[in-house]
């Protein structure tokens, strides 16, 4: 039963990347314009450590992944039918109005409440996994507060490399500043691992594991019961940003003009 | 609105000195203390933080820390011990630290164990009303808000570039250490060393004055039907060499290594800028082969001055997102640049 490990993925939804984005305020605080109409993908580092999770577990037999995401559920629902023939998990749903103004301190309350009442989870095996930052709020703090919820004190952020070693024990690798990692060595689980993104290609869609996979995640779906958000943060703007370049197309020049003008540019403090 | 300011800060991988950015954000924390009314006190964890400290005594304030060997690196565990136990120590309003990948990791917990609440990246803060608002970006710097809380206290980290760096005088510092014991549980995690990328050039330059932007179209079939993967990383390395720059990539050309595609071996998932990928901040980009969409160009936030060479006078860059596009055959260009840049 050595290196069995119980892992909970953390991923939210974000709006997809190529899509224009809108402020807009409504009563409850800002908003994107159309949200519910916006295509809305697997939040892209979250997803990295799900593909990290699932490869982990495929290593080492008797492990388990679930996917816990807190999200409005009709939007999670269109991003699972793309999700889940990538990889194989339980789905724990909390249907919530989460978008990137949504509290971060919220929504770990709710993450961890949820962790806390996941069946058959060993806390002693857990692996807490997330993405290191969201695309939506890019803050970087929801896994550290679910985390200290959990009571999990060996925490990793910006993770690119788990291995683990023959002694059970984990190398992780943590991206620090100047393009370089940190190497740590930790005992074993109970960790969390904020994920950056990692080694493994994103998985090719595999129709079969996705319709095993939602035999199990409609229900778990329609089950999903509506949760509410604290907000306590005061919004006192938000703003697309202003400025839009004027800029100048260089074309018909001579190579070295422009390699001139590049230079000169270049070399300009 | 009088606030009680705790500035926070580590020592870099000296051992003895401050990162950089922890100046320009004790700038702002001193900043912010004088407008309110405040007072600061300085934080420093670390082995060792007397010459740090040093550095930091003309501001008069008064400083705590918490240091031995067991601080030495980063890990969470003994860091968020250290930081809680200054901050208790403290009892600030506000606590100011810089945004650094050791405080990124560990502060949020900090702010969880004392029933605080925590924001990060915080680009500017400011005053108004007798308030205390932050800005910060949304959905990867598409949308920028300020914004307020109610908790206290409330931990602020902040980002590099945003304010100008506090400058005094060295003199020997005051410290009041605080002892935080180290327990077996704490130490379950051990710090095994720093890797830098399978790289022949340290080309992630945080410094640099100039981000250079490789895009996939380095890598695909030019006008002679043929790849020209190796003049590619000759043109790229060498730039990099006479310019100083620091070395950025798309998306799409960074993850053709993991694809087994003719690559730019020097090429890592960590030079990745966007969306997906890193913000940095230099005053000066330069982009080659990429076609600036969206996904890639949020990544520009904080590039100032941008310049883009692109052999489609209708890509991304075109469409307000650089002040200048060259329309030309980038691998042409760099070559001749190259040239003008070793003279210089
Ligand atoms: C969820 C998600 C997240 C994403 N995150 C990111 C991210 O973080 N960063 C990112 O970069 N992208 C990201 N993308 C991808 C993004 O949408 C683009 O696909 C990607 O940026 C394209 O890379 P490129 O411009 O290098 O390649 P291409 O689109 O293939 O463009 C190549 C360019 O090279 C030019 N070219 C070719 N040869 C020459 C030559 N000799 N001289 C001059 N120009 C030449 C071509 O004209 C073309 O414009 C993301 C997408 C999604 C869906």
Redesign the interface.
């Known amino acids: 039963m050595s290196n069995v490990y119980h892992i909970v993925v953390c991923a939210g939804i974000?709006?997809d990347?190529?899509q224009?984005?809108e402020?807009i305020t409504t009563p409850t605080g800002?908003a994107l314009k159309n949200e519910m109409m916006l295509p809305a993908v697997l939040d892209?580092?979250s997803g990295h450590a799900l593909y990290e999770a699932t490869n982990l577990a495929a290593h080492f037999p008797g492990s388990k992944v679930w996917l816990v995401s807190a999200a409005p559920k009709a939007k999670l629902q269109q991003v699972m039918m793309n999700v889940a023939q990538k990889a194989s998990f339980e789905l724990i749903p909390i249907d919530v109005p989460a978008n990137?103004?949504a509290?971060?301190?919220s929504v770990?309350k709710i993450l961890g409440e949820a962790i806390q009442t996941i069946a058959g989870l060993d806390r002693s095996r857990l692996l807490l996994f997330g993405g290191w930052e969201s695309?939506?709020?890019?803050?970087?703090?929801t896994m550290?507060?679910v985390?200290?919820?959990l009571g999990i004190?060996?925490?990793?952020?910006?993770v690119?490399q788990l291995t683990v070693q023959n002694d059970g024990s984990l190398?992780i690798?943590?991206?620090?500043?100047?393009?370089?990692?940190?190497?740590?060595?930790?005992?074993?689980p109970p960790a969390l691992l904020g994920w950056?993104?990692g080694?493994?290609?994103e998985p090719k869609n595999n129709p079969q594991v996705g319709m095993a996979n939602m035999r199990a995640i409609m229900p778990a779906l329609q089950k999903a019961k509506p949760a509410s958000l604290f907000q306590?943060?005061?919004?006192?703007?938000?703003?697309?940003?202003k400025q839009?370049?004027?800029?100048?197309?260089?074309?018909d020049?001579s190579?070295?003009e422009?390699?001139?003008e590049?230079?000169e540019?270049?070399?300009q403090? | 609105m009088s606030q009680n300011i705790l500035f926070l800060a580590h020592v870099d991988e000296s051992g003895k000195s401050l990162?950089r950015i922890a100046f320009e954000v004790l700038g702002a924390a001193l900043d912010l203390a004088a407008g309110s009314g405040g007072v600061l006190t300085i934080g420093l964890i670390g082995e060792n933080v007397q010459e740090a400290a040093d550095g930091l005594a003309s501001t008069g304030a008064r400083i705590l820390s918490v240091s031995g060997r067991e601080f030495a690196h980063?890990?969470?565990?003994t860091d968020?011990a250290a930081a809680e136990a200054i901050c208790r120590a403290a009892t600030p309003e506000l606590v100011i630290t810089p945004s650094?990948?050791?405080f990124?990791?560990?502060i949020?917990?900090v702010?969880?164990?004392l029933s605080g609440?925590?924001?990060?990246?915080i680009t500017s803060i400011e005053i108004?009303d007798s308030r205390i608002?932050a800005k910060?970006?949304?959905?990867?710097?598409?949308?920028?808000?300020?914004?307020?809380?109610?908790?206290r206290p409330w931990f602020l980290l902040m980002d590099s570039g945003c304010h100008e760096p506090w400058t005094g005088a060295a003199r020997t510092a005051n410290i009041e250490p605080i002892d935080v014991p180290v327990s077996p549980?704490?130490t379950?995690?051990?710090?095994?060393?720093?890797?830098?990328?399978n790289?022949d050039a340290?080309?992630?330059?945080?410094d640099a004055?100039?981000l250079f932007v490789a895009g996939a179209g380095w890598c695909k079939k030019q006008g002679d039907g043929k790849n020209h993967v190796a003049e590619a990383e000759v043109a790229i390395l060498s730039f990099l060499q006479n310019?100083g720059a620091s070395l950025g990539g798309s998306k799409s050309l960074v993850?053709q290594s993991?694809?087994n595609q003719a690559v730019l071996g020097f090429m890592?998932?960590?030079?990745?800028v966007g969306?997906?990928g890193s913000t940095p901040r230099h005053p000066?980009g330069?982009s080659t082969c990429c076609h600036g969409?969206?996904?890639h160009v949020?990544g520009w936030?904080f590039i100032n001055?941008?310049?883009a060479?692109n052999l489609d006078?209708n890509c991304g860059?075109?469409?307000?997102?650089?002040?200048?596009?060259?329309?030309?055959?980038a691998f042409?260009?760099m070559e001749?640049?190259n040239?003008?840049?070793a003279k210089?």
């Open positions: 974000v709006p990347p190529l224009t984005l402020p800002p892209p580092w990137g103004f509290d971060a301190h770990a695309a939506s709020r890019g803050a970087g703090v550290q507060l985390g200290e919820r004190r060996d925490q990793f952020q910006g690119d190398e690798l943590e991206r620090i500043e100047g393009g370089r990692h940190l190497v740590s060595t930790c005992q074993g950056a993104t080694n493994l290609p306590n943060v005061r919004y006192v703007s938000v703003t697309p940003p839009q370049r004027q800029t100048r197309v260089v074309k020049r190579v070295d422009i390699a001139a590049l230079a540019w270049i070399v403090s | 990162p980063p890990r969470y565990s968020a650094t990948s050791r990124l990791r560990v949020p917990g702010a969880q164990r609440q925590v924001d990060t990246h108004a608002s910060r970006w949304f959905y990867r710097q598409r949308l920028e808000a300020a914004i307020q809380r109610d908790a549980d704490q379950r995690t051990v710090f095994a060393g720093i890797r830098t990328p790289s340290q080309t992630i330059r945080p004055k100039l310019s993850d993991g694809e890592t998932h960590l030079n990745q969306q997906t000066k330069l969409e969206e996904p949020v936030r001055e941008r310049r060479i006078p860059w075109a469409r307000g997102k650089a002040d200048v596009l060259y329309v030309a055959d042409q260009v001749r640049l040239a003008l840049l210089k």
